[in-house]
């Protein structure tokens, strides 16, 4: 798969490619939950590279859920070894798998934005049919930045409705530049903010990125 994979985006591997995985990480053998990750046809997801990544590979990361020790491991795969890959899911087809105390919170960010995006531990339960969430589990999400754009209160609808839900509501404003962490955008337009991307983060200013080109 050559074309450049945006950073959240969810990969599966060949049974090869797998398999080259598990010979590059041999400790990883010992957690069965692991070895057996392809096979049962779940997904990884692209992340920004590490100084130790190797050249030509596409860093990838598998976060296991807490009844495995909720490690973040990293791999890497050859782009030939990637056979599919996708967004991440859409919060609207995750919820389902969410807690009864989130459903409420869970409407009202989709009746602000439809088109909004989950990628993390509701994502990972949704994706795998394995027990992600806690009681602790924050709700992670991404929206694009045309809505904030167009809609000049996304960002203090967020933080609205953020006050009032029963976790944490994390993310980023999505653009083709990268994502910024939607709490650095409610500062002013002189904030500095850190975008990041499939490739690393870089600096500039909250207006710089609220008005670059949109993805």
């Known amino acids: 798969m050559a074309e450049l994979l945006e950073r959240h ?25 692991i070895e057996g990750w392809a096979r049962a046809d779940r997904p990884l997801i692209v992340r920004r590279p590490a100084c130790s990544d190797a050249a030509r590979l596409i860093p990838l990361g598998l976060p296991l859920p807490p009844s495995h020790g909720k490690r973040r491991i990293a791999v890497a795969l050859a782009p030939a070894d990637i056979v599919a890959s996708a967004p991440p899911p859409l919060l609207a087809d995750a919820a389902a798998a969410a807690p009864a105390a989130w459903r409420e919170t869970i409407h009202l960010l989709l009746n602000l934005l439809p088109q909004t995006r ?11 049919g394995l027990p992600y969430l806690s009681d602790s589990s924050d709700l992670d999400l991404l929206w694009p930045l045309s809505a904030a754009k167009q809609g000049h209160t996304l960002l203090s609808d967020i933080a609205q409705i953020a006050k009032q839900a029963p976790m944490r509501l994390d993310g980023e404003i999505v653009g083709s530049a990268g994502g910024v962490q939607w709490r650095e955008l409610a500062g002013t337009d002189e904030d500095e903010v850190l975008v990041k ?3 690393g983060v870089a600096n500039t200013t909250r207006a710089a990125f609220l008005s670059s080109t949109i993805s």
């Open 9 to 33: 985006s969810m990969v599966k591997a060949s049974a090869t490619g797998w398999t080259a995985v598990m010979s590059r990480y041999p400790e990883l053998a010992s957690e069965p939950i």
């Open 197 to 199: 991307n499939s490739t």
């Open 118 to 128: 989950t990628f993390g531990s509701l994502a990972w339960q949704h994706l795998t």
